[in-house]
């Protein structure tokens, strides 16, 4: 194994993301951050390094432990980072705040028909 590897192979082959190129677009769209950094996806990644990814609406903070190029099963990409007791909390707490708003919304009673859904997206289309 290298001592350093790209950003956008790292977090491919730790399986953050489905293909290289969606890592590489998460990179470049400034959803990953390195020691705070906004990264560019040729920064290398080295151990102990603090890696900020944003997924959706989570946000994970890992610590690099282990560098690879290839994408390997769960189980050994699981050993390339350890996130940190913080980003577990506020994820979970973030999740438990996402799940409580779910619970409080009113669900239809009906489908909306076709008049009611041409109404709907025209309100959406003036906002």
């Known amino acids: 194994m290298s001592e350093a590897v790209r950003i956008d192979k790292w977090l491919w082959a730790a399986r953050f993301f489905k293909t290289r190129s969606l890592a ?3 990179v470049e769209g ?3 951050q390195i020691e705070g950094q ?3 996806p040729s920064k ?3 151990c102990g390094m603090t890696v900020e990814v944003r997924i959706g609406l989570d946000v994970r903070i890992v610590t690099v432990t282990g560098i690879a190029e290839k994408r390997g099963n769960a189980t050994a990409a699981a050993l390339l980072y350890q996130e940190t007791d913080a980003s577990i909390a506020a994820r979970e707490a973030a999740a438990a705040v996402r799940s ?3 619970s409080t919304q009113v669900a ?3 489908r909306p028909s076709k008049k ?3 109404d709907l997206q ?3 289309d003036r906002q």
């Open 24 to 26: 590489q677009q998460a």
């Open 30 to 32: 400034g959803k990953v």
């Open 38 to 40: 906004r990264a560019k």
């Open 44 to 46: 290398l990644v080295k």
């Open 100 to 102: 409580a708003e779910r």
């Open 108 to 110: 239809p009673d009906h």
């Open 116 to 118: 009611e859904r041409r």
């Open 122 to 124: 025209r309100f959406r």
